[in-house]
């Protein structure tokens, strides 16, 4: 069971804006840890999406952002494209486990 | 270039060892805390273990303490994860991954693990 909750899915069509959520709480997000954002397409390697909350890698198309709200993290995804069919997972650190987390996992799907 | 490159993968019964390694290049090595994550077959990630720049830190998901020894030589550029008494479910992949307090923004292809009789 994982310390930081995401939903196992969302979808929406081609242009559509969609949102993943990430929950923890104040050992994690909600202290001063940061959150950061992997994409995962089936069969490849994890590549970090966002980092620091809202912060892009180079290269990383700007339709991606990040933001936080107390203890909570959301992903969202602004025009979405088929490309975007993946799975995505929120991470920080957990200070009451000494711990590094990762969320659940997101399957996004493109109608 | 920069990359990590994971070795070492197999298939091991249960109760078996294993020592997977990962070298790095194109980077300073020595500079950044280094990481051990695994997904297991159609799972989600899975932190393992973590290990300071001069390996003075040391941290475990609770599943494996006991068992794996995370260790790192930065006169090889090399990170390694010794694993012992090996059950079923530490069969996965195993990624080698950069710094993942600042975002891990450097990830291994991945080394995979069979655990079976």
């Known amino acids: 069971q994982s310390v930081l909750t995401q939903p196992p899915s969302v979808s929406g069509a081609p242009g559509q804006r969609v949102t993943i959520s990430c929950t923890g709480s104040r050992s994690n997000i909600g202290a001063v840890y940061d959150v950061h954002w992997y994409q995962q397409v089936p069969g490849r390697v994890p590549k970090l999406l966002i980092y620091?909350?809202?912060n892009r890698p180079s290269g990383v198309p700007d339709r991606f952002s990040g933001s936080k709200s107390g203890a909570s993290a959301s992903l969202t995804i602004t025009g979405l494209q088929a490309e975007d069919e993946a799975d995505y997972y929120c991470q920080s650190y957990d200070s009451a486990l000494s711990n590094y987390v990762f969320g659940s996992g997101t399957k996004v799907t493109v109608l | 270039e920069v990359q990590l490159v994971e070795s070492g993968g197999g298939l091991v019964q249960p109760g078996g060892s294993l020592r997977l390694s990962c070298a790095a290049s194109g980077f300073n090595f020595d500079r950044y805390s280094m990481h051990w994550v695994r997904q297991a077959p159609g799972k989600g990630l899975e932190w393992v273990s973590y290990?300071?720049?001069?390996?003075?830190?040391?941290y475990y998901t609770d599943s494996v303490k006991g068992r794996f020894t995370i260790s790192r030589d930065n006169a090889k550029n090399s990170l390694y994860l010794q694993m012992n008494t090996l059950r079923d479910d530490d069969a996965a992949i195993y990624y080698c991954?950069?710094?993942?307090?600042?975002?891990?923004?450097?990830w291994g292809q991945g080394t995979t693990v069979t655990v079976s009789s």
């Open positions: 290990i300071s720049t001069s390996s003075s830190t040391k």
């Open positions: 991954v950069r710094d993942l307090w600042s975002g891990g923004d450097l």
């Open positions: 620091g909350y809202t």
